[in-house]
Structures are given as C-alpha cells and as structure tokens.
C-alpha cells in the first residue's frame, strides 16, 4: 500500500469538551479494534492485513460505524413538523 507521506497537511486542536473527548475516544477504540479492514505498519516499511483470531468475531470499523448510524436513525423518533416550524 502507498502511503501519502509527502503532499498532506495535518492538524492537531485540543478537545475540552468532556462529550466530545469521550465520543473521540470511542472511535479511535473502534478503529483499533478493527480486525477486517486495517493494516499495521511493520518496522520494515511494509504493511500487513488485520484478520480475525480463530474464533474471533470479523470487527471492520467502517462497518460498526455504519451499523452504529443506522441504530441510531432508527432509534430516533420522527420529528415534529411543527416544532421543525417553530424553531424558523
């Protein structure tokens, strides 16, 4: 894999917010524990595929977020429109 170590910019800012930091944190968690579709870097340069230990559930993060999503679309409930016309 070709890495894009030359023509990025990178940005770092600091969370204060409790919720946010918190919500941050369980993403990189997520990615971390992505088995399926991330790779790790050797300390020669090259990269290896994560799969799953034997036995061990596949844990893509792309996919738990996506599930994540759509739990959450379809746990709110519908909005009001008139509410959605009060706050006009």
């Known amino acids: 894999m070709e890495r894009n170590l030359n023509k990025r910019v990178e940005t770092i800012t600091p969370v204060f917010d409790e919720k ?3 919500e941050l ?3 990189l ?3 971390e524990r992505d088995n399926a579709s991330a790779w790790d870097c050797q ?3 090259t990269y290896t ?3 799953p230990a034997q036995g061990e559930d596949r844990r893509a993060a792309q996919e738990v977020f996506i599930r994540r999503a759509r739990e ?3 746990s709110e ?3 009001d429109p008139k509410s959605a016309d009060a706050a006009v």
Do not use: K
Request: without cysteine; aromatic residues 4%.
């Open 72 to 74: 959450s679309r379809n």
């Open 29 to 31: 968690d997520v990615y």
């Open 25 to 27: 944190t369980e993403i």
């Open 49 to 51: 595929p994560r799969r």
């Open 20 to 22: 946010i930091q918190e």
């Open 43 to 45: 300390p020669d340069g």
């Open 77 to 79: 409930s519908p909005a």
